[in-house]
């Protein structure tokens, strides 16, 4: 690494151009997630995506639950509270407000799904997932007032919670320069349907 020349020890894989896979191939899906990190970070992207290197994973170290596991928590629970509203009615529209056994369901939900990484041990140290928890559910009664306030000012309702393309689902193509394209493949958390159209 010394020398003045550049080879594959310095990151020039130009020998190796053949041999690299082939992002736009037909048996290749990607997720706009794992796109944004190829953009901000091609090392990363190279080491976790295509050499499949993955962090050792100590939650016991954890003091506090890390965010991820934060935010994993109260996707799941509205996951599982949005769909739970498909079959139970759908989601309210306009300026109509989240009834009380809504909110209570919610907060049922989030409890089970925080019971659930507690068992796993994600959550830290037991005397600060109290708090933590605590707050969690706090900001999940939070989202609902936020979604009725949205609501009441556009006149929006979901129509869909975590649509998924892509895997088992036919995958979004995205046609690139040179007669080239890349199929996407993921989840959209929500749509919602308003007077001037779909909401992503």
Not at 31 to 40: I, K, Y
Request: charged share 25%.
């Amino acid at each position: 690494r010394s020398s003045s020349r550049f080879t594959r020890f310095d990151g020039n894989l130009s020998s190796y151009a053949g041999s690299l896979p082939d992002l736009t191939s037909e048996d290749r899906q990607h997720s706009p997630t794992s796109l944004e990190q190829w953009v901000s970070c091609p090392h990363a992207y190279f080491v976790q995506r295509m050499l499949y290197v993955r962090p050792v994973e100590e939650p016991e170290a954890e003091l506090s639950i890390t965010p991820m596991e934060r935010g994993n928590l109260m996707h799941y629970a509205l996951d599982r509270f949005f769909h739970w509203l498909e079959d139970n009615g759908g989601s309210p529209s306009g300026s109509t407000p989240w009834t009380a056994s809504q909110r209570d369901r919610l907060q049922t939900i989030a409890s089970s799904v925080a019971d659930e990484l507690e068992a796993l041990g994600v959550t830290g140290h037991p005397t600060l997932w109290v708090r933590d928890r605590e707050l969690i559910l706090k900001d999940l009664g939070l989202f609902l007032d936020d979604d009725e306030k949205v609501r009441a000012v556009t006149g929006r309702q979901q129509i869909h919670a975590e649509l998924r393309f892509g895997g088992s689902q036919p995958p979004v193509a995205v046609t690139l320069r040179g007669d080239r394209t890349m199929r996407l493949t993921g989840s959209i958390d929500r749509i919602d349907e308003s007077p001037t159209g779909l909401v992503v």
